[in-house]
């Protein structure tokens, strides 16, 4: 009893410790703010910083499953939501930037026109508006009512964090000036995280008996119905 | 809210002095822009003749941007791809001894050392805007020489049409160039009616101080009327050629940067709008002027041309 009590705690303290590790980035900008630390362009250094954090928080988010079966470390799986809620705020947080202190709107009302012409004409800044939005249904549902509510649906649902991040790591990829190889490693990351999931697929697809398919990869039990993995 | 425009009369830089008095009759018949005529009171300079050798200015919103931000916020790919990069790593680049080898289609080809250069072309301050491709903007107080200035003394043929930059390539003491982000070295270059425009500069300092390694040290092109990337750094070899030379960034993607690298609020990068930028130190955007604001001084050289076509 004791040790389930503990157990309990220990989750919700590592739950806080994330969230409050997630928060870390954000302090820092704001001392970063106000120590004038941001360099010449302090707009650009914000706007990026929150989205190099969306797509390290991103790709920590997909992450997960696969870590969690090369480790046995079913626990884990607790986390990816905290860390996918983290994401959210942070892309929240990177089109407010972009959209209020690079922008000016509302400030400068007319701003929106520009706006709308950059989420319309500019394929960076689409693809970018299109994973925040696909972003929102997924941190909407993401409470235990609607994972019941939703049942097999909600698995098919949030796999649309598939596209998104494909979507977050081309918009990255799509704005830079010459080759960078940050984009590229964004790119490969996700590459080695999707093909993972492909690869534990094919390799169940390919026995007729499932759970005996599962046992060969490292970790023992493929996800609860209700994870996209 | 309304952004308040910059006048368009107060954007001449160096003109002849001739020109330059015509205009301030001009400005004083009209009466309307007297207080931008006299910009660089506010610096508590005359407009001309008590200083000479500083006879560049800007408009009066256009607030020369600080050492520290000119020096620590710089596009310079040989000392790697964020801004930051240059000061960072451009520390162990020696910009003497130097030499600037000037040929090609010239009668009096000649190899310059940069301290006789520097004897020979005594630097005035020359404050411009710099507009980036990348839709930021700053003011810079550079010291340098027109470019004219050396084109005449080595006195181009008639067969002459283009100016051909060539930046050092040192891969030991510019680490950029070890990767394969552009090709190297960076060259650049301008039709010969656009070189010897009063306005094109060769840089050698900012602030009155030596040009620093990271904003291209020891000489650099400064074009105010182009976006940045034109103004080539480190500059070692200047060759007159009868044909259009390369140009780095077109080079590396001919879709979105051109030869002629105007700024243009009309034409847009096929990624990003022109329209405005956003001046370092300034909160919000504010609208991109045609030709940076140098329309009066430069348009002419573009009677005629379609600039949607030559971006």
């Given at each position: 009893m004791s040790s389930v009590i503990s157990r309990r705690w220990s989750v919700r303290l590592a739950h806080t410790g994330i969230v409050v590790a997630g928060l870390v980035p954000v302090a820092v900008l704001i001392s970063d703010v106000l120590r004038d630390?941001?360099?010449?362009n302090p707009v650009e250094a914000i706007e990026h910083r929150m989205g190099d954090w969306t797509i390290w928080l991103l790709l920590a988010t997909l992450a997960v499953s696969p870590l969690r079966r090369l480790t046995?470390?079913?626990?884990?799986?607790?986390y990816r939501r905290t860390l996918g809620l983290l994401t959210f705020s942070y892309v929240c947080l990177h089109f407010l930037a972009y959209l209020?202190?690079?922008?000016g709107f509302p400030i400068q009302g007319f701003a929106i026109r520009y706006v709308v012409e950059d989420i319309l004409k500019r394929p960076y800044i689409t693809v970018g508006f299109t994973a925040f939005l696909l972003l929102i249904p997924l941190a909407v549902t993401s409470t235990k009512g609607w994972v019941r509510r939703l049942g097999r649906k909600w698995k098919a649902l949030h796999q649309l964090i598939y596209v998104a991040a494909a979507l977050g790591v081309l918009h990255y990829l799509w704005?830079?000036?010459?080759?960078?190889p940050t984009a590229v490693y964004h790119a490969l990351v996700l590459v080695g995280l999707l093909g993972a999931r492909v690869w534990r697929v094919r390799a169940l697809r390919r026995s007729p008996d499932a759970p005996r398919a599962a046992a060969r990869?490292?970790?023992p039990l493929p996800g609860p119905a209700s994870d996209p993995s | 809210m309304l952004i308040k425009r910059p006048?368009?009369?107060?954007?001449?830089?160096?003109?002849p002095e001739s020109l330059y008095w015509n205009r301030r009759q001009f400005l004083r018949a009209t009466g309307a822009a007297l207080a931008v005529a006299f910009p660089l009171s506010r610096r508590?300079?005359?407009?001309?003749?008590?200083?000479?050798?500083?006879?560049g200015w800007v408009g009066d919103d256009d607030k020369p941007n600080s050492y520290e931000d000119i020096t620590h916020y710089n596009n310079y790919y040989?000392?790697?791809?964020?801004?930051r990069d240059p000061s960072e790593h451009s520390?162990?680049?020696?910009?003497?001894?130097w030499t600037v080898a000037v040929g090609g289609e010239v009668h009096k080809p000649k190899t310059f050392d940069i301290d006789e250069m520097l004897r020979r072309y005594p630097a005035e301050e020359r404050i411009y805007r710099l507009r980036c491709v990348e839709a930021w903007s700053m003011v810079v107080p550079w010291n340098g020489f027109a470019l004219s200035k050396l084109l005449g003394d080595v006195q181009p043929t008639s067969q002459a049409k283009y100016v051909a930059f060539t930046t050092v390539y040192r891969p030991t003491e510019m680490p950029?160039?070890?990767?394969?982000?552009?090709?190297?070295p960076y060259v650049e270059g301008l039709r010969l009616d656009e070189a010897m425009h009063p306005l094109a500069t060769l840089v050698t300092g900012l602030y009155g101080k030596p040009l620093p390694n990271q904003d291209g040290a020891p000489i650099r092109l400064v074009v105010?009327?182009?976006?940045?990337?034109?103004?080539?750094?480190?500059?070692v070899k200047i060759q007159l050629t009868r044909t259009q030379p390369p140009t780095t960034w077109s080079l590396a993607a001919p879709d979105e940067y051109g030869?002629?690298?105007?700024?243009?609020?009309?034409?847009?990068?096929p990624r990003w709008s022109q329209k405005r930028e956003r001046r370092l130190g300034e909160f919000l955007r504010r609208p991109t002027l045609m030709f940076n604001g140098y329309g009066d001084q430069v348009a002419s050289l573009y009677a005629g041309m379609d600039l949607k076509v030559n971006y």
């Open positions: 630390n941001l360099g010449a046995g470390w079913n626990g884990l799986i607790r209020v202190i690079d922008q704005q830079i000036k010459g080759d960078r990869l490292p970790s | 006048n368009d009369i107060v954007s001449s830089e160096i003109t508590e300079r005359g407009p001309g003749g008590e200083d000479p050798g500083r006879r040989e000392f790697g791809p964020d801004k520390g162990g680049f020696r910009p003497r001894p950029g160039q070890n990767t394969d982000i552009l090709p190297w105010p009327w182009k976006y940045g990337f034109k103004g080539i750094k480190a500059i030869f002629y690298a105007n700024v243009n609020p009309e034409v847009d990068h």
